[in-house]
């Protein structure tokens, strides 16, 4: 069993920054796939970033909605994963989830409903 805990999520300007971070507990995280979906209120939950685990050699994804202002790293020393949010928009205004899955195959990256483990979320506004 996997916990997972988003922190780092507020109320930012448009064009400002955030970093937030999940920490991970039980498991061997070297080994899960991480990932970080978003969800408005009344919407799907959304695909943001996803980095493999060691078996996928850390590769990185990125919706294209994101790819250029969002990175997505992690420390498995630390059982961390990160998503650095720059020049961040209005549309990017959501609850932000981590999620975690160790047996998940690269067709399935993008579905949320493939992950097994999931945060509470963090809420991040971006307005003026």
């Known amino acids: 069993q996997v916990q997972l805990a988003e922190s780092g999520g507020g109320l930012v300007r448009p064009g400002g920054s955030l970093r937030l971070s999940c920490s991970a507990s039980?498991?061997?995280?070297?080994?899960?796939?991480m990932a970080w979906f978003r969800q408005v209120a009344g919407k799907e939950r959304e695909f943001v970033s996803v980095?493999?685990?060691?078996?996928?050699?850390?590769?990185?994804y990125y919706a294209d909605s994101v790819k250029g202002r969002f990175t997505i790293s992690r420390e498995n020393n630390r059982n961390m994963v990160y998503l650095q949010m720059n020049n961040l928009k209005p549309e990017d205004t959501a609850v932000y989830y981590c999620?975690?899955?160790?047996?998940?195959?690269?067709?399935?990256?993008?579905?949320?409903?493939?992950?097994?483990?999931w945060g509470q979320g963090t809420q991040v506004t971006v307005s003026s």
């Open positions: 039980g498991g061997n995280f070297r080994a899960y796939t």
């Open positions: 980095i493999r685990g060691n078996t996928g050699g850390g590769a990185t």
């Open positions: 999620a975690a899955d160790r047996q998940i195959i690269l067709s399935q990256l993008r579905s949320w409903p493939d992950y097994d483990y």
